[in-house]
């Protein structure tokens, strides 16, 4: 696990700076992954060599939504995924669709969802509605999931 070194740390100038940089090398990157996913895809439809697709999706930065672009590559390769390996696989009945994945790039393809802030009494609520639910249908509650729900209400400080 890398630390960050707090001597990195920038004042509110060279944040600035630092801010545009991210802004156009990002966008920089983004449009560098779509030729190569694109590139990738025609390469496999050529040849039914999948190894470049997958090195495509191993490249990307940890911070990278890999998952829109294994559905962009899904989209429009040839190609089937495979969960076991975790790569992508020639799929022989797959048509590559050049013009789809040259027509809108993989960010636009699957955008990322808004983000939800997870508040645990919503949470804790949900849980108690389902054991309520259940109890109403004569299902038992476990054992276990009954001191779960003692011991999250404790850890939010109702006392249940």
């Not at 001597?7 to 545009?20: H, M, N, P, Q, R």
């Not at 790039?105 to 389902?130: C, D, G, H, N, R």
Request: aromatic share 6%.
């Amino acid at each position: 696990m890398t630390k960050l070194n707090k001597s990195e740390l920038v004042g509110a100038k060279t944040l600035d700076a630092v801010i545009k940089e991210i802004a156009t090398t990002g966008a920089k990157l983004d449009h560098k992954l779509w030729v190569a996913a694109v590139s990738a895809m025609k390469l496999h439809d050529a040849c039914g060599q999948t190894g470049k697709i997958n090195s495509v999706i191993e490249a990307m930065p940890k911070g990278s939504r890999t998952n829109a672009m294994r559905d962009f590559i899904s989209a429009h390769g040839a190609v089937t995924y495979n969960e076991k390996t975790k790569l992508f696989d020639h799929d022989k009945y797959g048509l590559f669709d050049l013009e789809g994945a040259c027509e809108k790039s993989w960010t636009e393809f699957k955008p990322e969802q808004p983000y939800k802030p997870v508040i645990a009494s919503k949470l804790l609520k949900a849980v108690m509605k389902k054991v309520a639910d259940q109890r109403r249908e004569g299902d038992e509650v476990s054992e276990i999931e009954a001191k779960l729900i003692l011991e999250c209400g404790a850890a939010l400080g109702i006392e249940l």
